[in-house]
């Protein structure tokens, strides 16, 4: 008898969570067999098993070995669900330039939502972490990127943000590339404040917001 979405879900969540590959992995041939919709499956199940993860990392009640297990588990489910994701035929990839300000070395929030682009068709060209500012806009430049994500967890880098805007104003590109920022301490008033385009505050909203400002874009 099949289970409820829900009970996959959660097992999804679980095994991200709890160490369990073979419980993610599981679940998500599960998901699979009982036609449940796998970006549904990855944002509901697995992304929020990760989030979940990340809060405790915050609270010291998990290390860094524990999150690279806990994402080798996110990893695996991916590969099962990932081929199944349903995208548009006539979708035109969008390219996405993103990572983790200069002078910031957390990654956990950038890497969920480069997983969740990736999955929703993006083409994704990750720069890692500690990212030097010009290193966004010569990137951007060199693989024709539409949209620059820049992501930071920390107070102090979050003002780098408004650089990379700036480098874009000075190079008289602004208008080629749409920002998107997020990150623990950022908010739609500071989006506003630097002159980005968009704010996302977790993954799952990256995605919309993303589409809305690319996608948008093209059809105006």
Sequence with gaps: MARDREDILQDLADGVLNLDEDLAV??????????????????????????????????????VPELLICSDALYAALDILKP??????????????????EGDT?????NLVKIMLDVAGFEIHDLGRNVPLADFVE??????????????????????????????KEEGIRDRFKVLVGGGPISQAFADRIGADGYA????????????????????
């Excluded at 539409?146 to 408004?162: A, R």
């Excluded at 505050?201 to 105006?220: H, T, Y």
């Design 106 to 110: 957390h990654d956990i929030g950038k």
């Design 26 to 63: 599981s679940a998500a041939r599960e998901a699979i067999d009982a036609g449940l919709d796998a970006f549904d499956a990855i944002t509901n199940g697995l992304v929020v098993g990760m989030n979940k993860a990340g809060n405790l990392y915050d609270e010291e009640e998990y290390f």
């Design 84 to 101: 199944h994701i349903k995208l548009q035929k006539d979708e035109e990839k969008i390219g996405c330039v993103i990572g983790v300000v």
């Design 139 to 168: 990137k951007a430049k060199e693989v024709g990127a539409q949209m620059i994500c820049l992501s930071t967890l920390m107070t102090t880098t979050m003002d780098g943000m408004s650089t990379v805007v700036e480098m874009l």
């Design 201 to 220: 505050d977790n993954a799952a909203n990256a995605v919309r917001v993303a589409k809305q400002l690319c996608v948008g874009s093209k059809a105006a």
